[in-house]
């Protein structure tokens, strides 16, 4: 199994929306690099859910519930969607400001490639956020 982290704008689709659906595509990522990543997820893979914008935190939890297909709405054939299920939202977000005054989660790509929108999240960092977030990982 493998971590991941995604990045969404809260006010396009939030953890809340995804508590709501309970599965959703995650569509939209253009970036080539973001792309390779979501080629990379696999079913039952752990996916930490990142509220970019002004909230800037780690909010959730969620799963690969369908591995990488092609994206319905590109007439390239090149993009991929995966879907997600939703696990849970944390109780305590983790916040960018947090994890960049964590010296064990300054080699993640979320402090090094910030506009990376989907992204792996090593063990140890897993283990180090959840830590943060008050969760038994």
Same mark, same amino acid.
């Given at each position: 199994?493998?971590?991941?982290?995604?990045?969404?704008?809260?006010?396009?689709?939030?953890?809340?929306?995804?508590?709501?659906?309970?599965?959703?595509?995650?569509?939209?990522?253009?970036?080539?690099?973001?792309?390779?990543?979501?080629?990379?997820?696999?079913? !039952?893979?752990? #996916?930490? =859910?990142?509220?970019?914008?002004? &909230? *800037?935190?780690?909010?959730?939890?969620?799963?690969? $519930?369908?591995?990488?297909?092609?994206?319905?709405?590109?007439?390239? !054939?090149?993009? #991929?969607? =995966?879907?997600?299920?939703?696990? &849970? *939202?944390?109780?305590?977000?983790?916040?960018?400001? $947090?994890?960049?005054?964590?010296?064990?989660?300054?080699?993640m790509p979320?402090?090094?490639?910030?506009?990376?929108?989907?992204m792996p999240?090593?063990?140890?960092?897993?283990?180090?956020?959840?830590?943060?977030?008050?969760?038994?990982?």
């Amino acid at each position: 199994m493998h971590y991941w982290l995604v990045k969404t704008e809260p006010s396009a689709y939030s953890i809340d929306d995804l508590a709501k659906d309970g599965t959703s595509e995650w569509d939209g990522v253009r970036n080539a690099h973001a792309q390779q990543y979501l080629r990379q997820m696999d079913e !039952g893979d752990t #996916v930490l =859910v990142y509220h970019s914008g002004k &909230e *800037k935190a780690v909010v959730g939890i969620a799963e690969v $519930a369908r591995e990488k297909y092609l994206d319905p709405t590109d007439h390239s !054939g090149r993009l #991929v969607w =995966v879907d997600f299920k939703f696990l &849970e *939202k944390l109780d305590s977000p983790v916040t960018l400001s $947090a994890i960049k005054a964590t010296s064990s989660l300054k080699s993640m790509p979320l402090v090094r490639i910030s506009r990376l929108s989907v992204m792996p999240v090593s063990g140890s960092h897993w283990r180090t956020l959840m830590k943060l977030a008050g969760h038994d990982a």
